[in-house]
């Protein structure tokens, strides 16, 4: 079985910075993809940041140049440094990954969510 844990989550400033953390645990034999995703109250869940192989990433246009995506594929994790955070940026962010298991192959998986709250 394979858990994802995210934390990091919080209340904070317009302008002001955070550091989400997830890490995987369980029967791993390889971790494909790790990606970051969000969902704001009465809107569809959305991609934040992709990262691939540990070293291709990629970012939705509003995370570009603000959130920086990053791997540590020693503990399992991926992490979402997120500056110049604006009220907009107010969702449930959620931790995902494709991951290869001896017992069950390649599957996708989820955090339970941890929330961020920007708002003076």
């Known amino acids: 079985q394979v858990q994802l844990v995210e934390s990091g989550g919080g209340l904070v400033r317009p302008g002001g910075s955070l550091r989400l953390s997830c890490a995987a645990s369980?029967?791993?034999?390889?971790?494909?993809?790790m990606d970051w995703y969000r969902q704001a109250p009465g809107k569809p869940r959305e991609l934040v940041a992709h990262?691939?192989?540990?070293?291709?990433?990629g970012y939705a246009d509003f995370a570009e140049g603000r959130f920086t995506i990053s791997r540590d594929n020693a503990k399992n994790m991926v992490i979402l440094e997120m500056n110049s955070l604006k009220p907009e940026d107010t969702a449930v962010y959620y931790c995902?990954?494709?991951?290869?298991?001896?017992?069950?192959?390649?599957?996708?998986?989820w955090g339970q969510g941890t929330q961020v709250t920007v708002s003076s």
């Open positions: 995902a990954a494709n991951i290869y298991t001896l017992a069950q192959g390649s599957n996708e998986y």
């Open positions: 369980g029967s791993i034999f390889r971790i494909n993809t």
């Open positions: 990262s691939s192989g540990g070293t291709v990433t």
